[in-house]
């Protein structure tokens, strides 16, 4: 991962995610993750469970490289994160798509230009960025909003756009935090059917959720934390 | 395949200048200020380092060219100044003397005040208004302080007036000496008024764009493709503001130089014109000024508010 690059080719296919005995504990002694270890194997869809402050956010954190582990190791595919540098953290971000509760998404661009923001800074051409832009709109059903702002769009609607951007540049891993939080049960149960979509493309997906009902009507692996520690999940 | 990395930089760059300018006029009233500012900034510091050459340069011809006119009394006929003349034109420090009779320097004075030739032949009558003169070069500016002061010990109650050039020569030294420091002091307030306004509009225009940034890091956007629309921006508000000013000091200094046309034959002088002040080398100076204010500025307020 040292070495890894711009111009690599993507990893597509969903890659293995190891937790080794990983500990986080922050300056002020909050320990978010005491001895964590779980695996996630290629193209699998995982739950992560846990109350507030249970140490979801962190793991997400870790995964996304935003923190550092205290002790402990974490692989996803070949990359050892541990290793990588700073200056590699964007280009390891790349592989990985991101959900947030809050959708994150521009205001002022339009659906198009909120999905297609994220292949600009990868210098595709005009045309390439409309097929996988217009690919990824199909994948969550919002093609015809293309042009619409925004603030025109439902929370369920907005989210979805959010899920594009995520995946538009074909990541092997997606990772969701809390996607239906802010969403009523009907907009939920359609954002984990896309989640699921993509999951069933290939790639490796991470849902970090509170919500059981969610889940139970889902019926995949749950990984569940309790103050830092894996209460269930095992492999 | 290096041909394609290349290609797909360009379109980053592309990408990249156009969301500079889109910063921009998201933030335009804060943009326009800067640009005021260091408009402002330059214009001052312009006028003193011009008004410094201007300067310098009369105070050169003068040195170069020490001349001085000897007028007479009235009440002093044309031979005894004409031996007073031939005394003069002797002189080790003089190169060079020309006398002017009283109607020579009358006439003179008449085409002048052409539209009043009458009133100024009529008040004449008294004969106080014709007098005799003597044009001096000397050899060497240096000579020319003790030359005047020799003069009028010698003839003073003979002489009305020998305009005493080369004490204002000295005035203007004095004044070129405090020109500079003005201009080194203005140079540093100013910059750091235009470091800290385009700091500030930067600042804003990362706290307003504070989302997007956000989800730029996420998505995998580099350091340097985050900051660089703010820098270029900067940098495009430092030559904006650099452009304007070195157009207003060209306005402002062909005001100045055609004053001092007007009054350049008397003094015997040749003011410089704008092209010839050094423009050059100030438009130059504006352009690097306004671009590297400009790149400071935004770099520090990115670097510290986005926290890369």
């Known amino acids: 991962m040292d070495d890894f690059k711009e111009n690599e080719?993507?990893?597509?296919?969903?890659?293995?995610?190891v937790f080794e005995k990983v500990t986080k504990e922050y300056p002020n002694g909050v320990r978010a993750l005491d001895n964590v270890?779980?695996?996630?194997a290629p193209g699998e869809f995982a739950f992560l469970m846990g109350h507030s402050g249970s140490g979801k956010s962190s793991l997400i954190k870790l995964?996304?490289?935003e923190e550092r582990p205290t002790s402990g190791r974490i692989t996803v595919g070949d990359i050892d994160l541990g290793s990588v540098r700073s200056s590699g953290v964007p280009y390891y971000r790349r592989l990985v798509g991101i959900v947030f509760q809050d959708f994150r998404i521009i205001e002022s661009m339009t659906v198009f230009e909120n999905v297609a923001f994220a292949l600009e800074m990868l210098g595709q051409s005009r045309k390439e960025i409309e097929k996988q832009v217009l690919a990824a709109l199909d994948l969550v059903g919002l093609i015809e909003k293309r042009n619409e702002k925004p603030d025109c769009l439902s929370g369920g609607e907005q989210q979805r756009v959010a899920i594009a951007r995520a995946v538009v540049n074909l990541p092997g891993l997606l990772i969701a935090d809390e996607p239906t939080g802010n969403l009523d049960m009907e907009n939920s149960v359609e954002i984990m059917k896309i989640l699921q979509k993509i999951n069933k493309m290939g790639a490796t997906v991470i849902v970090a959720t509170h919500e059981r009902e969610i889940v139970a009507g889902i019926g995949q692996r749950i990984i569940e934390l309790n103050h830092g520690v894996r209460l269930l999940g095992d492999e | 395949m290096k041909?394609?990395?290349?290609?797909?930089k360009l379109r980053v760059i592309f990408y990249v200048l156009l969301q500079s300018l889109k910063n921009a006029a998201r933030n335009l009233f804060m943009v326009f200020a800067s640009i005021i500012v260091v408009f402002f900034v330059l214009l001052v510091v312009g006028s003193f380092i011009e008004a410094g050459i201007v300067t310098s340069d009369i105070i050169g011809q003068v040195k170069e060219r020490p001349v001085l006119k000897i007028n007479f009394h009235y009440y002093v006929d044309e031979e005894t100044a004409q031996q007073y003349y031939e005394a003069i034109a002797a002189s080790p420090e003089v190169k060079q003397a020309t006398y002017i009779s009283k109607q020579e320097n009358f006439e003179n004075m008449l085409k002048e005040f052409e539209?009043?030739?009458?009133?100024?032949?009529n008040l004449d009558k008294s004969g106080k208004l014709k007098y005799a003169s003597v044009e001096v070069q000397l050899n060497n500016y240096a000579d020319g302080r003790a030359f005047v002061d020799g003069i009028m010990e010698d003839a003073g109650d003979m002489i009305d007036s020998?305009?005493?050039?080369?004490?204002v020569v000295e005035k203007m030294e004095k004044a070129q000496f405090w020109i500079n420091i003005c201009t080194i002091a203005a140079a540093l307030v100013m910059t750091a008024l235009s470091l800290l306004l385009i700091f500030n509009t930067?600042?804003?225009?990362?706290?307003?764009r504070h989302r997007e940034i956000e989800i730029m890091k996420f998505i995998g956007a580099t350091n340097t493709y985050i900051i660089t629309p703010f820098v270029i921006e900067g940098v495009l508000t430092g030559l904006a503001g650099a452009a304007l000013a070195f157009l207003a000091l060209g306005g402002v200094y062909n005001g100045v130089y055609?004053?001092?046309?007007?009054?350049?034959?008397?003094?015997?002088?040749?003011?410089?014109?704008f092209a010839a002040s050094g423009s050059s080398g100030i438009l130059v100076f504006y352009l690097l000024f306004g671009a590297c204010t400009g790149f400071i500025a935004s770099i520090f307020a990115a670097r510290k508010h986005i926290k890369v």
Request: no cysteine.
């Open chain 2, 3 to 8: 041909g394609g990395g290349a290609v797909k």
């Open chain 1, 9 to 17: 080719t993507p990893v597509q296919a969903g890659p293995e995610i």
């Open chain 1, 63 to 65: 995964l996304m490289l």
């Open chain 2, 202 to 208: 930067v600042k804003l225009t990362v706290v307003a």
């Open chain 2, 162 to 167: 020998a305009p005493n050039i080369f004490s």
């Open chain 2, 258 to 273: 055609k004053l001092l046309l007007s009054f350049s034959e008397d003094a015997n002088i040749v003011p410089l014109t």
């Open chain 2, 115 to 121: 539209d009043n030739r009458e009133y100024f032949e």
């Open chain 1, 37 to 40: 270890s779980f695996r996630v």
